[in-house]
């Protein structure tokens, strides 16, 4: 069974870094991305990464976040520094194409 598992979301205040993880099972995995939803909005691409390491980053977080992968473990990160209150949004990995099952996403709240 194919499996996406978000994990590392939290509470932080602005300024602040959380690490995301994103666990894959049932399935290799080739370009990546994370994704974010924010309240009554759509779901974005923030961040991509191909089985080489090559990298994309939405011009909101470029400089900020940092998308990495482990192929061992068949996982990818998403680092996240000086985080502001417009990066709140529940936040999902997921194969760029073809995508796989979404996973339940991981909530990432910035608020003083």
């Known amino acids: 069974q194919v499996q996406l598992v978000e994990s590392g979301g939290g509470d932080v205040q602005p300024g602040g870094s959380l690490r995301l993880s994103c666990a894959a099972s049932?399935?290799?995995?080739?370009?990546m991305g994370w994704y974010r939803q924010a309240p009554g909005k759509q779901r974005e691409l923030v961040a991509g990464i191909t089985s080489g390491g090559s990298t994309y980053y939405a011009d909101s977080v470029k400089g900020r976040f940092t998308i990495s992968r482990d192929n061992a473990k068949i996982t990818v990160y998403l680092q996240m520094t000086s985080l502001k209150p417009e990066d709140t949004a529940v936040y999902y990995c997921?194969?760029?194409?073809?995508?796989?099952?979404w996973g339940q996403g991981t909530q990432v709240t910035v608020s003083s």
């Open positions: 997921n194969q760029i194409t073809p995508p796989l099952p």
């Open positions: 049932g399935t290799s995995i080739y370009a």
